[in-house]
Structures are given as C-alpha cells and as structure tokens.
C-alpha cells in the first residue's frame, strides 16, 4: 500500500474537490471534505509512523513517479520517510488538522468559505511535498508551493488593496531567496551527480569530499532558507503577511511554511557538518534576527505583529541550534514552537472575533473575564513561549540556550548571552501583550464591549487542545529520538558543571520578563506611555521597525524603478519596440501607397504586367529547368 | 520539321498572335476575339499532342474546353455589352473605374 | 511532297494569316472575318490529322455559335468611338517585344523537349488508318469513362446561362 503517496494526495483530492465543486455543493460538503481529509491524512501518518518503528530505524522509500530521465540520471517523484520527516508530518497533518477544523468556526461567515478550504489544502499538498521528497527537486517544487499557497492566502481578502500588496511582497521578497536555493541545487548536482537527500549526506560524509565547497553551497541553500523562515534580511515580508485570516497566520506564518528553512538545513545535517563557515553565518544571522525581532516586538500595537515579530524571534532561535550543529534541538523547538504559537494565534484570533475585528491591543483589555476560555488557553501558550518550565517551550529554548553556550560547533559566550537577552525580551514582550489584552482595565469603547463574546466550541476546543500540547509537549525527548539520524554536537566538558546554573538563570530570565512586564503594563498604558516620551528616539527607530522597508525602498525599489521606467518603459518599450513597430507599419504604409500607383484602371496594362510575369517565370523555367 | 513540331509552332505563334492583340487593341470586343484566338492556339496543341500519342481522351478534353470556352463567352459578352451600354465606348481606355 | 503535307502547310498558312490580320484590322467586323478564317484553317488542320469528331466541333461550336453570337453582338453594337479611330494603345512596341519574348520562351521549350512516354502501338496503328478518332471510339469513351464530366458541363452551361441573365438583368436595373 502507497502510504506515503496517499499522505500527500489526500490534501491534493481535499483541493480539487473544494476548488471545483465546492462553490456547488455548499458549506456542509466544503467542511467535511475540507477537514476530512486532512484528518484523514493525518491517520494515514500516524499509521506510516508506526510502521517506520516497527523497522527500527530504516526509512521508507516510495517512488511515486518517474519524473524525467535524462541520461543516465532518473528524476523520481520520490517520498523518503525517516524520523525527522516523520516529526514534520505529524506536525503538519496534526496542527494542521486542529487549525482546519478551527477555520470551520472562524471563517463560518466568510463569502469565498470554499475557496479558502481549497486554498489551506493546497498548502498541506504542498507542505507535505516539501518534508515528504526524497530529492530536493520535490522539496523545491513543494517549496515554490507553498509558496503560492502563502501568496493566495495573504491576500485571500484581495478586494483590499493593502492586503494584496502584502501577498506580492511575500511573493516577491521569497523569490529572492529561491534564486539562493536553485543556484545552491545546481551546484550540488554539479558536484555530487544525485539531488536526493540521503544520497548527498552520504556524499558528504563518506571518505572522499565532492569536488565543492560545502560551505557555498551551504550558504546558498541557507539564502533559501532565509526567504521562506524570515531571517534577515529577508525577514520583511512576514509581518505584512499577518493580512491573512488569522488561522493561515497560525497554520502558514508561524507553525509550519515558516519552519521549511529550518527542515531544509536539518534535512541536509551531513552537508553542514562539512561546512563550518556556513555554519557560523547561520548561527550568527540567527541570533541577530532573534535580537532585532524580540526589540521590534516590544513596541508593537497590532496583536497579530507582536507574534508576528515573535515568530521571526522563534525561528532565530531555531537557526542558533542549527548553526552550533544541534539539529535535533533546532527540530525540537519546531515542535513545540507549532504547538504554542499555533495556540498563540488562534487565541489572539478568538480576540479578534470576539471583538469584531479589532487587533490594536491598545483598545482591548480585561477580557480575561468575557472569555475565560480563550484567555486561560492563550495565558498558557505565552508562558510556554516565554520559557516557564514545566511547559513546552523551557526545554527546547533551555536546551538551544545550553547548546549556543557549549557547543564544540561553534558555541560560545557571546552567542548565549545575546540569546538569553532575547529570551528575556521574549518574555517581557509576551506577557505584556496578555496583560494589555486580558487583565488590564478595559479601554474598549461601548459598542465593541458590548457584542464581546466567547467563539464556538469548533474554535475554544481546538484551543483547549494546542494549550494542553503546549504545556506537556515538551516531555517528548525528541532530540534524543531524532539522534540516530543527527547526534548531538560535543559539548565542551570544562562547562558541563555550568548546565544546572543555566537552567536556574533561564527560568529566572524568564520570571524577570515576567516581572517586568506586570510592572509596567499592570495599571494599564500611563507607565509604558512615560516610558516612551522618556526614549522618543528609541522607540521611533523599533515602531519604524529600524526603517528597512524604507531602506530596501530606497536602496532597491527606487532604482528598480527608475530603470524600469526610464530604460525599459522609455527607451525599451515606447523608443525600440513602438518604434519598430510604427516604423514598419509606416514602411508598409508608405510602399502601399507607392505599390498602387501601379493600379492605373488601364486593362491593358494589367494585361501588359501578366505577360511581363510570364516571361519571367518563363526565363526562371530556362534558367532552372 | 516534323508534323507535330510544326503544328506545336504554329500553336505558339497563335497563342502569341493573341497575346499581342490583347495587349495593344483598345476596342473591348477584339480584346475578346484574341482572347478566343489565344485559346485556340492552345486547344491546337492540346490536339497534336493527342494525335501524336494516340490518346482518345485528349480529344474528349478537347471537347471539354469547348464547352468552357462557349460558357466563357456567353457571360464575356454580356459584360461587354453593359459596360459599352454604359460607357457608350467600346474603348478598355474609357473603363478606368479599377484605378487603385 | 504528298497531298497530306500540302494541306496541312495550306491550312497552317492560314491559321497564322488569320491571326495577323486580326491584328491589323481596323473595323470589329473584319477582325471577326479574320477570327473565323483562323478558326476553319484550324478545323481544316483537325481535319488533316484525323481528328474528324474535333474539326466537326470546332465549326459547329466556334463559328457556329460563339462566332456568330459575336458578330451579332458586333452588328448590334456600332458605336464608333475612339477604338475604331485608333486601334492601338500607347505602350505598341512594348507589348509586341513581350509577346516575342513569350513565343521565344515557348519555342526555345519546344525544341528541347520531347514525349516522354512512347505511344500504345495499336491505338498508333488504328490513327494511322485514320479509324482512332471515328465518331464511335469518342462516343463510347466519352459516354463511358466520362459520363460523370460530361454531365458536369452541363451543369457548367446552366450556371453560365444563369449568370448571363442575372447580369443583364442587374444592368437594366442599374439604368434604371
């Protein structure tokens, strides 16, 4: 039985039934289809899970189609299931079918209801191509999918002009880094003749090194790998991508799509291990978005761009354990990151449809009363992020925090302590914006206040369900399962006596963000407002989120502009093409109007012109004959 | 010279007579007529061909032409008859309503 | 040289007389005098080469009718404008060096080319006793083999009758 290709049809069916019929046959059709079968796909994994434990270690290989062969090279349409990819398709039909089923209650009065299912099967299609494919032809075909998929669902409400420009800049600014990916793809087939995964970790740690540096490839790949998860300096498109419906937020932008660079990097451990430098640039561009994103996030007003900022911070932190060569961590933390971001963002939208449509947290508060629900469930969610121990997010932040410090792959002090200072931002800005929304006086106007009330049980259940996950999930050691494929890097052994104090200094890191935040925000806005007037110029360059869209503006689009107008618009178009072409137009005006002069009306001089053409073919024929 | 190349010669200088008729008379109707002798030059040859091959089918296409050539005529004619009912000319230098 | 042989010279000459004289005749009648002088040295040719059923037609179908509906057409038409005055068009000396030209052409093809297949020997034999060409042989072919063609031209006559009419009828609408 294909197991792994039904895994990956079953979200192909949900689509092309939706996107076909769906507008015919009604909501009731559209919603079994359209959570059905991902939860349908989601047994199908856990099925294929078990079956891959059975053979202790070995991965299934599925050749669903031959793609193309060209000599003697075969490109299959492959599916490799081994631990890590089993982990992201768990992850992927799992939160994914939580977050349909929740999209049921969410979008229940939305006009184009069939359309956005189609659309969120899509991207599970795509995705699960992307974990799924053996070689990185598939994941790149998966990668520009759910690429599209994104696109389509940022700017799913496309009647609004801002919101369409958003799903062009994701588009857009992930095409960048695409280019990075295919050159880093067409190098590794250069080099190593093969593009499936396994057959390029193999290469790289066999006895005789392919005839390329690692490292480019490494960084090329990583370009990559930086447009799909947001890390400098491609981070910009992932907090205008926040135009979506709040579930593809959660299901799109902060559990899965964002995590693809982070898989890629895991998939491809034996090549990085070759590519220390690479290694370094990834583990520094990590710590320095989760830095920049963490500050950006503290002085955020739309609920939806705190976590936005806080995802781009999340994904930092996964590329910190990648770049120290703690795969498995970076994976662990993928894990639980879905689980309480997902919660995090469906929360913050049960807020908005509580609220009917309001997202500047300046205008809420004191919620936590009208929907006890949604607040206990966000409440734990945040303190997960924010690294309380026993939830989830304290052991994968702890063990990322330990690996940057003592890695033997390039940890170090500096590394850890950055880090730590955004864990406790990352506290400090979370809990400020669960007081600001929930505890807090209300600052809600009358009218909002009044319709406030609590979501459906399709909405609040999913939610009891992502709270519960992040509170026990991170009992599941996943390192420790995912070591066969991608052991843990050496730590240094002098520090080994350090871990405990770093746990302690963790946990008390993230009490102080906690501290901290009740301090300011716990009488509402007067203490933070003094706060701002006291740093103006501070916190002009965070709200302006340090002005790189303005930068990009000005570096890039103005001179893309400038060339595409003057060169290509003026010279290139009007002057060289309209030109040729109004030139030959003209040209055949002018011999036309020369040619019929030879119409004179005389017969006899067309009589005259026949017998002419006559001897000429004659004295062709003579010629020729 | 054999017969048949005479005859092929003859059938040339005809159809040439004809040509040059259409060419340079103006009368609209001995246009006509040298169009006819045209025809004729090539319906002679078309029958020494067929003698000198024996074939009984290019006298059955010669009867063929004929019966175009009458068809040809009796629509020609007419056109003639009301450009000159027109024109009251016979003259092709009158008929230059064709000018591009 | 044989009576054969003088006969087709004779008729030949007056084939080409016919045509000359088209030519030069300044009155519509006489060029259709000429035309039909043509057209019966033709038929006199047709005649010579054994070809009776041919030469029949040609009299009866050329003079017979297509002439003589021209000369009536001629009678009916005299109108004396500058065509009669002037017979020639301007570009005169053009138009015979092309006409020339094109005789040249034809006669340069005809003395290099020859009949490419060989002749069926009996059919030979029976147009040299002159009995290949007889009224019978014709009609049976025709009648036979090209029943289907035959029928076609008279569908061709009707549509032309057709068109004759629909034409002078359009014209005497048009003046009204």
Redesign the interface.
Known sequence: MNLLTLIVVLPLAGFLLNGLLGPRLGKPFVTVVGCGLPILAFLATVRAFLQLNGTEGAALVETAYTWAVVGDFTFDIAFYFDRLSAVMTLIITGVGSLIHVYSTGYMKDDASYARYFSYLNLFLFFMLLLVLGRSLLVCFVGWEGVGLASYLLIGFWFEDMAKAQAGKKAFITNRVGDAGFLLGMFLLYHAVGTLDFDGVNAAFSGPVAPAVSASLVGVLLFIGATGKSAQIPLHVWLPDAMAGPTPVSALIHAATMVTAGVYLVARLNGLYLQAPEASQVIAVIGVLTAFFAATIAVVQTDIKKVLAYSTISQLGFMFVALGVGAYGVAVFHVYTHAFFKACLFLGAGSVIHALSGEQDIRKMGGLARRIPITFVTFAVATAAIAGLPPLAGFFSKDEILWFAFASERGGSTLLWAVASLTALLTAFYMFRLLWLTFLTPSRMDEKTAHHVHESPFSMTGVLIVLAVLSAVGGFVHLPHFLEPLMPLPATDHALEHLEMPLIVLAVVTGLLGLGAAIYVYRGGLARAERLQRRFAGAHRLLSGKYFVDEFYEAVLGRPLHWISERVFLRLGDRILIDGSLHGLTGLAQRAAGRLSRVETGNLQFYVLLAALGLVASLAWMWRHG | MDRTQLLLTVSIALFALGLTGVMIRRNALVMLMCMELMLNGVILSLVTFAAATATLSGAVLVFLVFVVAAAEIAIAIPIVLLLSRQRKSLDVGAYSELKG | MSLE?LL??FF?GG??LG??L??VARH?MR??LA?IG??LS?AG??AV???H??AV??VL??VG??MV??VY??M??D?R????L????G??L???A??????V??????SRGT?A?G??PA??A??ARGT??NVQ??SV??LE??WL?FEL?SV??L???V??IA??K??RR??G
Do not use: K, N, W
């Open positions: 042989s087709l010279y030949a084939a080409l045509g000359v088209m030519l519509p060029v259709a035309l043509s057209m033709l040719l047709y080469l054994g070809v059923v041919i037609f040609q179908i050329y009718a297509v509906f021209m057409v001629i009916l038409l109108v404008d500058p065509s009669f002037e017979r020639y068009s570009a005169l053009p138009s015979v092309l006409a020339a030209a094109i005789a052409a034809l006669g340069a093809a005809l009949v297949d002749p069926d059919a030979l029976a147009a290949l060409f042989p014709f072919e025709f083999r090209y063609h031209t061709l006559l549509a032309a009758v068109a004759a034409i002078v359009a014209g048009h003046d």
